[in-house]
């Protein structure tokens, strides 16, 4: 702000007139003339070292305030003619020019006042204060040092002599900060806590203290002291209210029962805990009954649910809600009905038991089954089946429609039919459906042939497609699992062991089932076999693995006998030994006991060793037990086999209805020894009526 601003500046923030024209330029030097005049009358010497801060008047002698202001009114004519320096502060921080004053006027002083009203009207220093409050004429009675001076003659203050500035002006980094070389500066706030720290001053003293030039330090700290208190006092508040609310919360809200006057879906559950708020909801669920209706027609009823629901964490929610909800719950008991879904955790038995029970449900009819669209692996163009919409009923659907509506309350529940009739899931033109046809055309239509026993079988693609699997980059993963499963399906058809053949023996036609003998698949080894055959991912004709074969040829089923063989005729008593189709051996025999219940098995067999001498052991029907040596053995099945009976005088005719044997085949000694000559392990032995 320029000089001839203030005037204006003044009158804006309400400066009397007065105050204009007493600090005018031409009465500031009148005054300093009469104060220079008064000086250097003044009988007390002008002390360099002297205090000039003045105590309020109520703490000094009237004779000691005297002498310091003559001391201090000396100083100032000497410094009158000096021009003085404009710094940010008021003129109240320039000690050169202000004269001291005590609490209450005394004529003393005007010499004093005039001579800085002179020194301030050479440069005036305004501010953005009021006039009201910036007397450069006053003195300014503090107990503080006056940290501003900034003149041409030294300081008289307590304070170092850093603070003042000489004839080359020299400031603290304080001051310097402070100091603006003739530029007027002002300042934004006053700062009114300065008055305070002086209690012992007059009004007038007060007002000069508040002045710009030592407001701004003190002005500060004070904003600093109010800050701290009052986030102090925040603190606390915080503080108290934390404490409170945690309390609240612990006490009241964060209990472990039920509000009085607490509900959950209708049901009371004051004073429960949560364990016993969903033994109370349970109970009181199981005991509803859900009815069935059909055009507002009864078709059924489910009562007695006997469920088990999944309420644990809603019930915990109701008891424990967020802090304001259970704050708000605490003061308005209107607040404290819940309700909450009634989810079972699964179907119980009496639930099902009842489901399947109901008429509609038991008796369902319908004259389409629902099926999705699927690709016909059947066929080696691989049509895609359309889906078919049928009206069977989705037993699934409807139980979980029920489940519910116990959930929600809904204890009458609607039935229409269509509603729950099974839909296809996959239909004709689905992408995946699309995806499925074009593996199959790439993938399962390999051959491969099984052969064996006189038998052959080509894998077909629904059973390739089970055992095998490709990766998007074509490597082919076979299902072990799959494969053994496969292969026991389609043992039987390579296995001869107990068919039923038709032969055309030495005894004639005959038609025979049963026995041990014939060609039987490895498990095993055929699906381990096979395995590596899928994973090659090509067509293949491959030979069965057998862990028995017949004594003929394995590749026919007819043939498997071959032509080596030991026919027995029960009805003729007579064995035959065939090699290379003649025979070698013909003899009668007497075979096992009818009447006792011995007979010999019948059926196709493989001899299963011979051995010679032998002793044959076992029990007769009276449960003595019997031990009998025999020169040739041949057993073909369970301790049956042909022998030699020395003891015997006859063979043939009717003799084993009444005194057969034990089940074997007794035969003249020469034709046993004859018929071990030729036998092999192995061989078949056919035993027919």
């Known amino acids: 702000m320029g000089k001839h601003d203030a005037p204006n500046r003044f009158k804006k923030f309400g400066i009397k007139k007065r105050y204009i024209d007493k600090h005018s330029k031409a009465a500031v030097r009148e005054k300093n003339a ?3 005049d008064a000086l250097k009358k003044g009988g007390e010497e002008n002390r360099p070292d002297a205090d000039t801060r003045m105590l309020p008047v109520s703490d000094l002698t009237a004779e000691k305030a005297a002498a310091e202001t003559v001391a201090t009114e000396k100083l100032l004519a000497e410094t009158a003619d000096a021009e003085p320096v404009a710094t940010e502060e008021p003129a109240e921080g320039t000690a ?3 004269a001291v004053v005590t609490a209450e006027p005394v004529e003393e002083t005007a010499a004093a006042e005039e001579a800085a009203a002179e020194t301030v009207a050479e440069e005036p220093v305004m501010t953005e204060e009021p006039v009201e409050e910036t007397v450069a004429a006053e003195a300014v009675v503090t107990e503080e040092p006056v940290e501003e001076t900034v003149a041409a003659e030294p ?12 004839a080359e002006p020299a400031t603290t980094e304080e001051a310097a900060e402070e100091t603006a070389a003739a530029e007027p500066a002002t300042t934004e706030e006053p700062v009114e806590e300065t008055a305070a720290a002086e209690p012992a001053m007059t009004e007038e003293a007060a007002e000069v203290s508040r002045a710009p030039g030592t407001a701004g330090l003190r002005s500060g700290r004070a904003q600093k002291r109010r800050a701290g208190r009052i986030l102090l006092v925040l ?5 108290v209210l934390g404490a409170g609310g945690f309390a609240l919360n612990q006490v009241v809200l964060n209990a472990d029962t039920f509000q009085s006057g607490s509900s959950i879906n209708g049901i009371d559950v004051s004073g429960l805990t949560q364990a016993e708020a969903v033994e109370k909801l349970t109970d009181e669920w199981n005991k509803k009954t859900l009815t069935i209706t059909e055009k507002d027609k009864k078709i059924g009823a489910i009562r ?3 469920l088990e629901y999944d309420i644990n964490q809603q019930v915990k929610e109701c008891l424990h809600p967020s802090f304001f909800r259970k704050l708000l719950r605490t003061v308005r008991p209107s607040k404290r009905s819940y309700t909450i879904a009634m989810t079972a955790k699964e179907s119980s038995r009496s639930f099902n038991r009842q489901f399947r029970g109901l008429s509609f449900v038991k ?8 099926r999705n669209a699927y690709v016909d692996l059947t ?10 919409y049928g009206d069977n009923l989705d037993k699934s659907k409807l139980k979980k429609a029920l489940l519910s509506a116990i959930a929600r309350n809904k204890m009458r529940f609607s039935y229409t039919a269509a509603d729950y009739y099974e839909k296809p899931t996959v239909l004709s033109d689905s992408e995946t459906l699309k995806e499925r046809q074009a593996y199959a055309e790439k993938y399962l239509t390999k051959k491969i042939t099984i052969t064996g026993a006189g038998k052959k079988y080509t894998i077909k693609p629904a059973q390739l497609d089970k055992m095998i699997s490709v990766s998007k980059s074509g490597e082919i993963t076979v299902d072990e699992k799959s494969v053994k499963t496969f292969v026991k399906s389609v043992a039987d058809r390579f296995t001869t062991v107990g068919m039923t053949r038709h032969l055309k023996l030495k005894g004639g036609k005959v038609t025979i089932s049963g026995g041990n003998y014939g060609n039987t698949l490895n498990i095993t080894k055929e699906t381990t076999r096979l395995s590596r055959v899928l994973a090659e991912g090509k067509d293949a004709t491959t030979e069965a693995v057998f862990s028995m074969t017949g004594y003929g040829s394995s590749s026919s089923v007819t043939d498997d006998i071959g032509d080596f063989y030991v026919e027995v005729s029960i009805s003729k008593q007579h064995v035959w030994c065939v090699k290379d189709g003649k025979t070698v051996v013909s003899a009668d025999v007497v075979t096992g006991n009818v009447k006792e219940g011995n007979g010999t098995p019948e059926g196709v067999f493989s001899l299963m060793y011979k051995q010679s001498p032998s002793t044959l052991e076992g029990r007769n029907n009276d449960g003595s037990s019997y031990k009998t040596p025999v020169k040739y053995w041949m057993p073909f099945y369970a301790g049956c086999g042909f022998h030699d009976a020395k003891w015997r005088d006859s063979f043939g005719g009717s003799i084993y209805l009444r005194n057969g044997s034990h089940g074997c085949v007794n035969m003249p000694p020469a034709k046993a020894a004859r018929l071990y000559s030729y036998v092999e392990a192995g061989m078949p032995v056919i035993v027919h009526p």
């Open 34 to 36: 009469v104060a220079s």
């Open 96 to 98: 050169a020019a202000e």
């Open 155 to 166: 300081a008289t203050t307590e304070e170092p002599a850093e603070e003042a500035a000489a």
């Open 235 to 239: 603190v606390i508040i915080l503080a």
């Open 304 to 306: 007695n649910f006997d």
């Open 363 to 370: 008796n369902n009819k319908y004259t389409t089954k629902t």
């Open 379 to 388: 066929s080696s163009d691989f049509k895609i089946v359309k889906e078919v």
